[in-house]
């Protein structure tokens, strides 16, 4: 299951809000699924959902933390040239 995570942080990772149905097409998973990861999520307050209307987007805190690691990669990649 942690790589169907990761592909839904990566299409929430822009900190806007996504419908479930969109990131369904863009992970090639089913709907049903991505409700079930985002609800586990949402539990543990890494996004926010909104259930009525079938939307998420990260935390502010989650967003920030993806951010710092990615800089942290982009670092390394730079220093195993």
């Known amino acids: 299951m942690l790589p169907q995570i990761d592909e839904i942080l ?8 996504h419908d479930i149905r969109e990131i369904s097409e863009k992970t090639h998973l089913r709907e049903r699924k991505v409700e079930m990861i985002t609800g586990f999520l949402a539990q543990y307050h890494f996004i926010e959902l909104n259930r ?14 993806l951010r710092r690691v990615q800089e942290l990669e982009d670092k390394e990649k730079v220093r195993a040239r």
């Open 10 to 17: 990566d299409v929430l990772k822009n900190g806007k809000w």
């Open 52 to 65: 009525k209307e079938r939307k998420t987007r990260l935390t502010q805190p989650l967003q920030e933390f």
